[in-house]
Every structure is written in structure tokens, then in C-alpha cells.
């Protein structure tokens, strides 16, 4: 497979590792790029990782157009017809003291360093087209046989960043690998350390996890390990539906929604808040389980009632009951109907309003709101009704059975 990584590797990377070549150094393809050529996948960016430190490379990178996006910790951007490559002076990181980010970085002329201090064997790979490939913790066997196995000490590993563990099955679930057990094994020894990791990054790498072809297989070993509790702040999960989010679109919210389906709302939103995930997305998921706790439609006017109550979430619950094996064909049907042909009217497109009913009826305001949800309903029985002279009409028939009561 390396002689191929040849011929698919851009000549803008190309171009770039010509150039630190050019000036006595050289360049390597690491990381995530090497592992997707690899395994025959395009990579999403290129990493490059060289022996020039940052000074050199803003020498030999003169006639590029550069970005010092992190020069700090030795990297550089360079623009290559176009393209940004990120190209890293090798470095070695120092002590780790919050099993987060090391207490300071320093660079080394030694590739092998550089690539020890990587967290998984399929990741710590480097290739260079005089060397070819740079393979010393078994990277390629590892990715030939669909395994994620930390370099080194995996128990050290993970006491020094405690991300790599949720890093761990993120890949799983998007590479479709299994963990191997000794990895597995430390994961579940060191999960305290994931209560010193950002909640902004613990949702980064579940809502990767989660969209992932291999979501199933990913969240699996996470509750094997043992890091369930830490992860989802004590929210039981229910490990039967784990196959069934595949079944799904790859869409975070909505798969999340599922695996939480039998939780309230609430649980849900306290979850959210927990990973700080944006407004937007927790609304999401919560939209997506009120719509699935409700009944489901079988009329007409069951169904007006239904997406007018759950406009924002009717469809994705929808999709969870396909996903967990019932059938709402019907259902989901008359709901597009009613959607599609306006007969689900909201309170605002009735055709009196509330100041109408004040003015022309005399009804007080704090009344108005409750006459509009009945009128609201007698349209959503009859949509023919929808014109003020037959509102107006109701309403005073409503306000006088209520009189007369
Ligand atoms: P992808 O970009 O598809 O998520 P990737 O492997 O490129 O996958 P990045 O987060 O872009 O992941 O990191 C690039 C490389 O840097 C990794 O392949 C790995 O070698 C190294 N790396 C990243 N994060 C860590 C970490 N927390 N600990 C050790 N090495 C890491
Ligand atoms: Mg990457």
C-alpha cells in the first residue's frame, strides 16, 4: 500500500516537502493524512511534521505565502497553490501536569521523538519519499488489522491527557476498529482524568463519535471501559439502542436524541448544558423528545394538532420511531399532508386576532389567549372555518355557552 501514497499524494504537498528537501531538511507526512492514505481514503488535510525549526522554515517558506498560526509550538501555515498545509517542527512534549497540555513543548531534530509522543500506533506513523515509510510502534499492522493501541505505556498515556481516551473511541467509531485491551483496560483506569478535560472538547469527540459510520462500535467500548458515568454525568444508557443509531442520518442532535429516548427533556437539556453544547443544538435534541413522547397522529386533526405543537421536532421523532423498528408510515404521511397544505395553522395565521376579539366582542385581555387556542382548535378540526365572519361567529358562541354555564 505505501507505493501508492506516492502517486495520491497532492503536488502541493509535494511541493512543500520539495522545498524543506531543497534546503537540507526534510519533511513528513504524519498523522491523520498518512493514516487515510493508508487505508485508500482521502485525507481532509494534510499535517506535515519536519527537522527545521520554526525560525528555518520562516527562511526556507519565504517565497510562500505563510500563516505563523501556532508558531509557538512550532507551527507554521503554509499556502501552497492555495492550500494551507500545517508543517510542524518535531517536537517532544514536557511534563504533564493537568492530564491535559503539557507544561511546555521543545523541538527535536529526532523524528522518532516526535512520533512517541503520539497518541495512538495508526496516528504515529511518518512517511517521506526518499525514507518511505517511518513505522516504529507497529502503526501499520495496527491499521491492517482494525486496531486502536496507544504508543507505549497506555495507562502513562492516558495520566497525561486524558483526551486521547475519548480520542480512542472516536476512531473506533469512525475507522470501525476495535480497541485493543490493554488500551481498553487503561481507558477505564484513568477516566478520572476526563473530569479535568474541557466539556467543550468532551462533546467535541462525542458528536464525532456519534455521526460516525462505527457510532455503535465506538460507544460500546466507552461504556465497557467503564467511562460511561464520567462521560454522560451519570445518564444511564440503554446499550440496546447503541445499533440502532446507525440506522439514523449522521446528524449529532438527532442521534443523541435517540440514545436518550428514554429520558425526559429535561435530562436531556441538563446534559446538554453539562458538555455547554450551543443553544441551538440543545433545543435540538430536546425538540426531537418532546415530539417523541407525545402520542402519536392518526387523523387529520390529530395531525394539525401535532405539528403545530412540535413544528420544529415532529419530523426528526419521526425518524427515531423508523430507527427503533416501528412503523409510522401513516403517521408521518398525514403529517406532511397537513404540513404541506397549510390546514396546520398556527395561532397567528388564524384569521382573527386577538385584538379583533377585544374590539369587536369585548373579551378581556387575559381571556384572549385561551379563546384563541379553542378557536385555534375548531380550525384544526375544520379548516374551512379559517375566515373572521365564522370566527367571530364561534367565538361568541363559545363566550355565550361559557355565560350560560
Ligand atoms: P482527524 O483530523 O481525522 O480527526 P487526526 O489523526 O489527524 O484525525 P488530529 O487531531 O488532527 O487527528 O491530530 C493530528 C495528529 O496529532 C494525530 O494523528 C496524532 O498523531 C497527534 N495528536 C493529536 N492529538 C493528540 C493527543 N491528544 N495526544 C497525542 N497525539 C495527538
Ligand atoms: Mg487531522
Known amino acids: 500500500m505505501e507505493s501508492q501514497i506516492v502517486c495520491r499524494i497532492p503536488s502541493y504537498v509535494k511541493a512543500v516537502t520539495d522545498a524543506l528537501q531543497k534546503a537540507g531538511h526534510r519533511g513528513y507526512l504524519v498523522g491523520g493524512s498518512l493514516r487515510d492514505l493508508l487505508l485508500g481514503k482521502t485525507p481532509h488535510d494534510y499535517d506535515l511534521t519536519t527537522d527545521a525549526t520554526p525560525d528555518e522554515m520562516l527562511e526556507i517558506f519565504s517565497a510562500f505565502r505563510t500563516i505563523p498560526t501556532g508558531l509557538k509550538h512550532g507551527t507554521l501555515t503554509v499556502m501552497s497553490e492555495g492550500n494551507p498545509i500545517e508543517v510542524t517542527t518535531h517536537r517532544v512534549d514536557g511534563d504533564y501536569l493537568d492530564s491535559r497540555r503539557p507544561e511546555s513543548v521543545s523541538f527535536t531534530r529526532r523524528l522518532e521523538e516526535d512520533l512517541s509522543r503520539r497518541d495512538f500506533t495508526v496516528n504515529a506513523m511518518a512517511w ?101 458515568r464520567e462521560v454522560f454525568h451519570g445518564l444511564p444508557l440503554r446499550h440496546e439502542l447503541f445499533e440502532r443509531l446507525e440506522a439514523l442520518p449522521p446528524e449529532a442532535a438527532l442521534r443523541l436524541a435517540l440514545l436518550l429516548c428514554d429520558h425526559t427533556p429535561a435530562k436531556a437539556e441538563a446534559l446538554c448544558r453539562a458538555w455547554r453544547t450551543s443553544n441551538v443544538f440543545c433545543d435540538s435534541v430536546t425538540d426531537f423528545l418532546a415530539a417523541f413522547s407525545a402520542d402519536l397522529p392518526h387523523t387529520s386533526y ?104
Not at 519519499?129 to 501499520?140: A, H, I, P, S, Y
Not at 473506533?172 to 481507558?187: E, G, K, R, V, W
Not at 478535560?197 to 459510520?213: D, G, T, Y
Open 128 to 228: 517521506n519519499q526518499e525514507l518511505g515509510l517511518v513505522d516504529l510502534f507497529g502503526g501499520r499492522d495496527d491499521l491492517q488489522r482494525g486496531v486502536i493501541r496507544a504508543v507505549g505505556n497506555p495507562v502513562a498515556r492516558f495520566t497525561e491527557d486524558a483526551l486521547r481516551i475519548l480520542r480512542a473511541f472516536r476512531f473506533s467509531a469512525q475507522l470501525n476498529f476495535a480497541i485493543d485491551p490493554d488500551t481498553l483496560a487503561a481507558a477505564g483506569l484513568q477516566r478520572e482524568g476526563l473530569s479535568k478535560i474541557s466539556a467543550e472538547r468532551v462533546f467535541s469527540e462525542i458528536k464525532r463519535l456519534l455521526v460516525a459510520p462505527a457510532a455503535a462500535r465506538g460507544l460500546a467500548a466507552l461504556c465497557e471501559s467503564g467511562c460511561e
Open 302 to 405: 390529530e395531525a394539525r394538532r401535532h405539528v403545530c405543537s412540535f413544528w420544529k421536532g415532529w419530523e426528526g421523532a419521526m425518524q427515531l420511531r423508523t430507527a427503533l423498528g416501528q412503523n409510522v408510515e401513516e403517521c408521518r404521511k398525514i403529517c406532511h399532508t397537513v404540513a404541506k397544505n397549510g390546514t396546520a395553522v398556527e395561532i397567528k395565521r388564524l384569521a382573527v386576532n386577538g385584538r379583533e376579539l377585544q374590539t369587536q366582542l369585548g373579551v378581556a385581555p387575559r381571556d384572549t389567549g385561551t379563546l384563541l387556542l379553542q378557536l385555534q382548535d375548531l380550525v384544526w378540526q375544520d379548516p374551512a372555518r379559517n375566515k373572521k365572519a365564522v370566527l367571530l361567529e364561534l367565538a361568541r358562541a363559545i363566550l355565550n355557552k361559557e355565560m350560560s354555564v
